[in-house]
């Protein structure tokens, strides 16, 4: 089956400094999609790439498509203490959409 | 905006009974909805994709005589855990696609079962 690397697995971080994460894969995608998950809830869509180079922004987050739609980033800038949670990629192909294993980020007082 | 809602919330059953999960979709129709598990400190996996009026279709490894799905009006699909053991237990999330607004998929709540 296809392999998907997220990584870093955990990162903690000071508020107030930016985060980078990203996700690799073997197979190609037609859609990035990124997920943010808290404790007991359902993952919340953060950004959604369609296009293989695409840059979007939203709000302090912004996210990469990767030119060989094999991988994408998603940087948050200025973490404050409500970033705090799991982060997951998920590419969607075959109109299904996969998650990665997840980046938790925490956050030092 | 497009919520989907899931329900129950949270359930505790007995081992060797059966138990129901709803996901339903509030202001969109869904032809199509997708079942995920999470264990705890885990990512989602995909169950199962639930099309409207026909069978569902099981990924690798999911048993599909276990995990019974009916996705029977285009607001409503349902999970059967049948014959739930205590490795049932976990955090079942549903999404469903809304062709309205250009395949967005949307992620109910999640719903904790325990099987004790």
């Known amino acids: 089956g296809q392999q998907l690397n997220q990584s870093p697995q955990s990162m903690f971080i000071q508020e107030g400094e930016d985060v980078s994460m990203n996700c690799t894969s073997s197979?190609?995608?037609?859609?990035w999609l990124w997920y943010k998950q808290e404790p007991g809830e359902g993952p919340v869509l953060l950004i959604a790439?369609?296009?293989?180079?695409e840059l979007t922004s939203n709000g302090r987050l912004t996210a990469q498509f990767g030119i060989t739609r094999k991988d994408s980033f998603l940087n948050i800038s200025a973490s404050i203490p409500s970033d705090v949670g799991i982060y997951f990629c998920?590419?969607?192909?075959?109109?299904?959409?996969?998650f990665g294993k997840g980046t938790r980020l925490h956050i030092l007082p | 905006g497009a919520v989907v809602s899931q329900h129950p919330s949270w359930v505790i059953c007995k081992s060797g009974t059966s138990v129901k999960i709803e996901c339903r979709s509030l202001d969109f129709q869904a032809t199509t909805m997708f079942w995920y598990r999470q264990f705890p400190k885990q990512s989602l996996m995909l169950m199962a994709t639930s099309n409207e009026g026909s069978k569902a279709t099981y990924e690798q490894g999911v048993e599909k005589d276990k995990f019974l799905i009916n996705h029977a009006s285009l607001t409503l699909s349902t999970l059967t855990v049948t014959s739930a053991h205590p490795e049932d237990s976990s955090f079942y999330i549903c999404s469903a696609r809304d062709k309205g607004t250009g395949n967005t998929i949307y992620f109910g709540e999640g719903s904790w079962l325990t099987v004790v």
């Open positions: 197979s190609i995608f037609n859609t």
């Open positions: 998920a590419p969607n192909r075959d109109d299904k959409i996969i």
């Open positions: 790439l369609y296009k293989a180079g």
